[in-house]
């Protein structure tokens, strides 16, 4: 189903620079109207991949919230039972459950990454879109001309 993620992003490094290589140069022939749409489909499939690391990533942070927010709760309830007021407990759970919020702050950041790098793709997706639209009109134009 989906491949190794380094795989995925070396492909879609790969089809990045050479979209951005090609930019800079490209003419309205079927050959590179051509090229583009295979470097859309590519990049398209890859998106796939990282849809599945962006809600697995997702998962992964929402638990890590999950169960910092348990284990708070958890250890402020026994502090409250043996006495302590509602700051001291607060107090003392949020010092006990740093190590939680650590996952927590690593799990979000991974889902942020990865949601950057999806919407990434997107973007050059949308402009390698713009660009076939663009390479196919100016092809038209000029090969239907009498």
Avoid: C
């Avoid at 620079?17 to 489909?41: F, P, T, V």
């Avoid at 958890?74 to 996952?103: D, F, M, P, Q």
Wanted: avoid cysteine.
């Amino acid at each position: 189903m989906m491949r190794n993620i380094n795989e995925t992003l070396d492909e879609v490094n790969r089809i990045t620079e050479w979209y951005r290589g090609q930019n800079s140069h490209i003419e309205s022939s079927r050959k590179n109207i051509d090229a583009l749409l295979k470097a859309r489909r590519l990049l398209a499939a890859n998106q796939v991949d990282l849809a599945y690391v962006v809600a697995s990533a997702k998962e992964a942070r929402d638990k890590a919230v999950f169960a910092r927010k348990q284990s708070f709760s958890t250890k402020v309830l026994g502090y409250r039972e043996s006495g302590l007021t509602v700051g001291e407990s607060e107090h003392k759970a949020n010092i006990e459950t740093e190590t939680h919020r650590e996952i927590e702050r690593g799990a979000e950041k991974a889902f942020e990454q990865a949601k950057l790098i999806y919407q990434s793709v997107n973007d050059i997706l949308n402009a390698i879109a713009g660009d076939i639209r663009l390479l196919q009109y100016e092809y038209e134009k000029t090969n239907y001309r009498e």
